[in-house]
Antibody
Framework: EVQLVQSGAEVKKPGESLKISCKGS????????IGWVRQMPGKGLEWMGV????????RYSPSFQGQVTISVDKSISIAYLQWSSLRASDSAMYYC????????????WGQGTLVTVAS | QSALTQPASVSGSPGQSITISCTGT?????????VSWYQQHPGKAPKLMIY???DRPSGVSNRFSGSKSGNTASLTISGLQAEDEADYYC????????????FGGGTKLTVL
């Protein structure tokens, strides 16, 4: 069974750093792109970027380029999303999702990680 | 980065059919067959309903169908049921400004 399990909710202060994770199982982790999607409170889905675990090829949305870092440790089948200096506006739910075979659609999703940034 | 354009809300009665549109450009919806649709219930992760314009993943009801004409894609739900009430998002591969993916703004479906 394909599963993406994300790390738990985080409460941080502005300026702090953060790294959240997404562990894939039940499939060949290195053969499928993993994407990150932001959903701010009460708002829609936003495409942040994708990474290919096989060779760490990364594609960022221009809106998120330079704001976050996407990475992967293929030896333990985990993708990461990190911030070096959080802002209050980073408060949101973050989902990881797997791209299906031979398509750009995200066929499996993690349960989401809620990030709250407040002083 | 421009989001794809969806109506903010649509509604229908049980048993009826509704269609949600998703309008983009030739750089995304119109240029590729990679349009997908997601259903999201409150507090839940999105679920893939349609991929590659009109294909359904295993386990998704055949009441859900997708199509595309020019720069506009559509999701049709026939035989509306109460459990279809949710937010629906379209997304497309995009070749604009190195952006690989873009979502629509989302449509709230209300089953009356």
């Amino acid at each position: 069974e394909v599963q993406l399990v994300q790390s738990g909710a985080e409460v941080k202060k502005p300026g702090e750093s953060l790294k959240i994770s997404c562990k894939g199982s039940g499939y060949s982790f290195t053969s499928h792109w993993i994407g990150w999607v932001r959903q701010m409170p009460g708002k829609g889905l936003e495409w942040m970027g994708v990474i290919y675990p096989g060779d760490s090829d990364i594609r960022y949305s221009p809106s998120f380029q330079g704001q976050v870092t996407i990475s992967v440790d293929k030896s333990i089948s985990i993708a990461y999303l990190q911030w070096s200096s959080l802002r209050a506006s980073d408060s949101a739910m973050y989902y990881c999702a797997r791209r299906g075979p031979f398509t750009y659609a995200f066929d499996y999703w993690g349960q989401g990680t809620l990030v709250t940034v407040a002083s | 980065q421009s989001a794809l354009t969806q109506p903010a809300s649509v509604s229908g009665s049980p048993g009826q059919s509704i269609t949600i549109s998703c309008t983009g450009t030739s750089n995304d919806v119109g240029g590729y067959k990679y349009v997908s649709w997601y259903q999201q219930h409150p507090g839940k992760a999105p679920k893939l309903m349609i991929y590659d314009v009109s294909d359904r993943p295993s386990g998704v009801s055949n009441r859900f169908s997708g199509s595309k004409s020019g720069n506009t894609a559509s999701l049709t739900i026939s035989g509306l049921q109460a459990e279809d009430e949710a937010d629906y998002y379209c997304t497309s591969y995009s070749r604009s400004s190195t952006l690989e993916g873009v979502f629509g703004g989302g449509t709230k479906l209300t089953v009356l």
